[in-house]
Structures are given as structure tokens and as C-alpha cells.
């Protein structure tokens, strides 16, 4: 089964991510993680994109469908995929219906609803770490070591893409682009929608009653 989690930056969808994997078999494909990662390993496509994702602005659809596709073959099919921040265009989400068997289909995309005030507090204090990267929170998921890792006692450092400028680019571009996406999978009968202002326990009851997941 293939699953999409969509939601502005700062909704709390990859906590969310890891919770369900307490439950379920979850394979993590998230389009942003997958763009790093081809960056530091100095991948053409990865600094291509680089430029953009830097900024804060969308990466262009090509760019984009390729390392999808790329990922997709190599999906382990007795797990449940998720993918975590694609589609974010309507081309893109057009594109992969067009281009993927019915095996691939998306059968469920879960909207992580976050206004806009609340996205800024969570990502400008967001730290992760530089080795294992563990995700923590100044306020709310502070470390016990102030601004080192738990586990690896590494100075903690802010995401380049969680500055506030560019958080606030990262929104305007979430903004324009997803209410299209949302009417997209509404139509199509597949649209879950999440309030994503609660706590994370009740996100994660939500979301199984949601998608009526049973223990594995
Ligand atoms: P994330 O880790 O999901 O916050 O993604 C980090 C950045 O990668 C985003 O701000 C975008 O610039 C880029 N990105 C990730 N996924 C996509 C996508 N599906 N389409 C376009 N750009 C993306």
C-alpha cells in the first residue's frame, strides 16, 4: 500500500512517520530527505536541485519525478510506503497517475492542516542532530543537553532551510500550490484531512482511526 503525507513545513508529519512505524511495517520515502541526501553525495540531480530547495523554492517537477521513480523501485512490497512531502504540484501528482502502475497507486494522501503562525514557532525552533539526526524542539522537545544530541553529545544545528526567511518562502510556495492538490484527491475520493494544530498523541490516534490501521 502506498500512502502520501502532505502538509506545510512544520506539520509534524515525519514525527508522525516514525509513530506509525510502532505499529506498522512503514518504509519512510520522503522527497526533501531523499533531496539531501543525493546533494551531500554531490549527485548531479542533487546539486541541480540544491539550488532551489536552498532558497526555500519548489524543485522543478523533473527533477522531482526522477528520484521518485528512482526510490519506487526499490520499495519492499510487504511494507507500507509512505510518501512524505510529494506530491507538492498537480503536475506532479497527474504525472505519477499517469506513469505508475496500479501497484504504485496512491490509495489514501493524509493533509496535515497547520496555519501558517503556528508552522513558523515549530520549524524556527526545530534542531536536529548532524550524525544520527534526531529531530528536537527548543520549546517543546528540548534535549536534556541543551544544544547537544542525547545520543551523540554533537552541537545540535538548525536545518539551513529553517531559517525564518525561508521558511516563510517554503509557505508561500505550500500555499499556492496545495489547494489545487487537495481538490485533486478530494475528487478522487482519497483525501484524509488532519488538524495538525493538536498534540502529537491525538494526531497519531487520528490518523490510524483514519486510515484504519490495525496493529502489525
Ligand atoms: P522537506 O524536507 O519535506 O521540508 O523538503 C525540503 C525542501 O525540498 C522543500 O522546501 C522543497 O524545496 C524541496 N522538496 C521536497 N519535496 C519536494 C517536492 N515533492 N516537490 C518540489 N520540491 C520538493
Known amino acids: 500500500m502506498i500512502l502520501s503525507f502532505i502538509g506545510p513545513s512544520g506539520c509534524g508529519k515525519d514525527t508522525q512517520v516514525s509513530l506509525l512505524s510502532n505499529v506498522l511495517q512503514v518504509e519512510n520515502i520522503s522527497s526533501g530527505e531523499l533531496l539531501r541526501e543525493l546533494y551531500s553525495n554531490g549527485d548531479e540531480d542533487g546539486i541541480k536541485a540544491a539550488k532551489y530547495w536552498q532558497k526555500g523554492e519548489w524543485v522543478p517537477d523533473e527533477i522531482i519525478m526522477k528520484i ?113 492538490i487537495l481538490q485533486y484527491y478530494k475528487k478522487k475520493g482519497r483525501l484524509i484531512i488532519i488538524d495538525a494544530s493538536r498534540d502529537i498523541e491525538t494526531i497519531h490516534k487520528n490518523l490510524i482511526k483514519e486510515l484504519d490501521i490495525h496493529a502489525k
Open 68 to 180: 521518485i521513480r528512482k526510490r519506487l523501485e526499490l520499495i519492499n512490497p510487504t511494507s507500507v510506503a509512505i510518501l512524505n512531502g510529494f506530491p507538492r504540484t498537480v503536475n506532479q501528482a497527474v504525472d505519477y497517475d499517469e506513469l505508475m502502475n496500479a501497484e504504485l497507486e496512491i490509495s489514501k494522501v493524509v493533509f496535515f492542516e497547520l496555519d501558517d503562525e503556528l508552522a513558523i514557532q515549530r520549524l524556527s525552533n526545530r534542531r536536529i542532530c548532524p550524525n544520527c539526526e534526531k529531530i528536537y524542539h527548543l520549546i517543546y522537545n528540548p534535549s536534556k543537553l541543551g544544544e547537544k544530541c542525547e545520543e551523540c553529545k554533537l552541537d545540535l544545528i538548525q536545518r539551513k532551510d529553517d531559517q525564518e526567511k525561508i521558511i516563510l518562502e517554503r509557505l508561500r510556495f505550500f500555499n499556492k500550490t496545495t489547494a489545487p
